[in-house]
């Protein structure tokens, strides 16, 4: 079993459409999460941190489920401009916080006119 | 000006070739990383390194060698270059080492290495 697992897609969506994508890991003594964005042969870039309570930025809202060991990131009103992959992060974990983070495959979202 | 910056961009070398990429990052970051994402696109980290000290070391080749001059360099040796090793390779850099939600990694815009 991969260590995060998402969905790889791709998603296609209409502007202004509502999007959701999610992901699962494994370890459950993690400490950190975070959803990056990477678009197309460029480096990953922070989208935002996902924290217990959930968490919202603009357009964009983040969830955590410890219980379940699964993180979603919802879009809504999507741009042209969000399309990208967005990859789940996963950090900690270990009996020493090393600043190790686990990247899942990442989820590519095509954002149509 | 560019905050974490990687040479070359795109390298294209024969198998059994030794090459070597570098990393600067001007942010005053104390930990640096590398990366390799492969053609299925896993970006995974191989090394990092905290005050030029290794913190981190995955279980790559030893053909590859990390070398860390001061803290805001990085660089990544590569010896008897293999078909495998042809990847997109990242150099990341945060305020320190740790996992939290403060210790954001920012990442180089990577090097294209591709073995014939």
């Known amino acids: 079993r991969k260590e995060v697992e998402q969905d790889p897609g791709p998603f296609n969506v209409p502007e202004g459409a509502t999007v959701a994508f999610n992901c699962t890991y494994s370890?459950?003594?993690?400490?950190?999460f975070f959803w990056y964005r990477q678009d197309c042969r460029k480096e990953p870039k922070l989208l935002m941190s996902?924290?217990?309570s959930g968490n919202e930025d603009g357009r964009f809202t983040a969830q955590l489920n410890r219980a379940s060991q699964y993180i979603s990131l919802l879009i809504r009103d999507s741009k042209l401009s969000d399309s990208a992959t967005y990859l789940c992060?996963?950090?900690?974990?270990?009996?020493?916080?090393?600043?190790?983070?686990?990247f899942g495959q990442g989820t590519t979202l095509q954002v149509k006119p | 000006d560019t905050a974490v910056s990687q040479t070359p961009k795109y390298l294209v070398t024969q198998m059994g070739n030794d090459k070597s990429i570098k990393c600067e990052q001007n942010?005053?970051?104390?930990?640096m990383y590398w990366y390799k994402q492969d053609s299925k696109k896993f970006l995974k980290i191989m090394f990092s390194?905290?005050?030029?000290?290794?913190?981190i070391n995955e279980t790559v080749p030893n053909r590859f060698s990390p070398k860390s001059p001061d803290k805001a360099h990085l660089n990544l040796h590569i010896n008897s270059l293999e078909l495998g090793d042809s990847a997109v390779y990242f150099c990341?850099?945060?305020?320190?080492f740790g996992t939290g939600v403060y210790n954001e990694q920012f990442f180089g815009p990577g090097t294209r290495l591709t073995v014939l």
């Open positions: 942010l005053g970051h104390d930990t």
């Open positions: 390194y905290n005050n030029k000290e290794l913190i």
């Open positions: 992060v996963v950090g900690g974990g270990g009996s020493s916080n090393t600043g190790k983070l686990i």
């Open positions: 996902v924290y217990s």
């Open positions: 370890n459950s003594a993690s400490q950190s």
């Open positions: 990341a850099s945060s305020q320190d």
